[in-house]
C-alpha cells in the first residue's frame, strides 16, 4: 500500500525549534518530489515546502522562509521538516505529500498530519 | 507570487442540485491548476488535476474546466458524501504553489 506517516508533532514555546518525520512505503521514494502542506486551526491549505527527488532543489513559501528547512533521506525513505524560530501563527496540522507526476506533479498521496502547537 | 481566490467561500445545496465553484488566478497559470476535497478532520483528496482530468476513482459527477486564469469545478447532481470544502491549487510557478482560501459546501 502506497502511504506516507508523519510524525513529530508537539507542543513547543514561541522562538523554539521542532524537527517534522515522515515516513514513504509502497512506493520508490526516490522517484518522487515530495510536499508539506498546513493548515491551521479552521483555516485552509497552506503550502510550506517541496523537495526535488534527489534532494538538490528545495522551495519554500515566503512566511517560513530562513525559519524552516525540508530535507530528505533516499536510503530511509524519509522526509524531514526541520523547524526554527518558531510563532504561535505556525500552529497547524501539517501534511507530508507526494507530489505525483501522474497527476502533473500536483500532491496525490497525503498523509493523516500530525499536529504542531505553538503556545507559551 | 501567484494568488488563487475562490469563490463563493459557503455555498448551500441540496441533494440532486448542479454546483459549481470558480477560482481565479492572478495571471496566467495555464492548465496548471488541481481541486481537491477535503472534509473535516481529514487530508484532502485530489479530484481533478491540469485542469480538466478526472482521478482514476473519482465519480464522473465531478468535472472540471477552464485555462489561464478562470477555473471552474462543477458537481453535476450533488450527493451526501459530497458536503465538504474544496480547494483549487495552482502549480504553474516552478514549485511554489498555491492554494485557494476554500469553498464549503453545506446542506441547504
Known amino acids: 500500500e502506497v502511504q506516507v506517516v508523519e510524525s513529530g508533532g508537539a507542543l513547543v514555546q514561541p522562538g523554539g525549534s521542532l524537527k517534522l518525520s515522515c515516513a514513504a512505503s509502497?512506493?520508490?521514494?526516490?522517484?518522487?518530489?515530495m510536499t508539506w502542506v498546513r493548515q491551521a486551526p479552521g483555516k485552509g491549505l497552506e503550502w510550506v515546502a517541496n523537495?526535488?527527488?534527489?534532494?538538490?532543489?528545495?522551495f519554500y513559501v515566503d512566511s517560513v522562509k530562513g525559519r524552516f528547512t525540508i530535507s530528505r533521506d533516499n536510503a530511509k525513505n524519509s522526509l524531514y521538516l526541520q523547524m526554527n524560530s518558531l510563532r504561535v501563527e505556525d500552529t497547524a496540522v501539517y501534511y507530508c505529500?507526494?507530489?505525483?507526476?501522474?497527476?502533473?506533479?500536483?500532491?496525490?498521496?497525503w498523509g493523516k498530519g500530525t499536529t504542531v502547537t505553538v503556545s507559551s | 507570487d501567484i494568488q488563487m481566490t475562490q469563490s463563493p467561500s459557503t455555498l448551500s445545496a441540496s441533494v440532486g442540485d448542479r454546483v459549481t465553484i470558480t477560482c481565479r488566478a492572478s495571471?496566467?497559470?495555464?492548465?496548471?491548476l488541481a481541486w481537491y476535497q477535503q472534509k473535516p478532520g481529514k487530508a484532502p483528496n485530489l479530484l481533478i488535476y491540469?485542469?480538466?482530468s478526472l482521478k482514476s476513482g473519482v465519480p464522473s459527477r465531478f468535472g472540471g474546466s477552464g485555462s489561464g486564469t478562470d477555473f471552474t469545478l462543477t458537481i453535476s447532481s450533488l450527493q451526501p458524501d459530497d458536503f465538504a470544502t474544496y480547494y483549487c491549487?495552482?502549480?504553474?510557478?516552478?514549485?511554489?504553489?498555491?492554494f485557494g482560501q476554500g469553498t464549503k459546501v453545506e446542506i441547504k
Open positions: 495571471q496566467s497559470i495555464n492548465s496548471w
Open positions: 491540469k485542469a480538466t
Open positions: 509502497g512506493f520508490t521514494f526516490s522517484n518522487f518530489w
Open positions: 523537495i526535488k527527488k534527489d534532494g538538490s532543489e528545495k
Open positions: 505529500a507526494r507530489d505525483d507526476p501522474g497527476y502533473g506533479d500536483t500532491p496525490d498521496v
Open positions: 491549487q495552482q502549480y504553474n510557478s516552478y514549485s511554489l504553489y498555491t
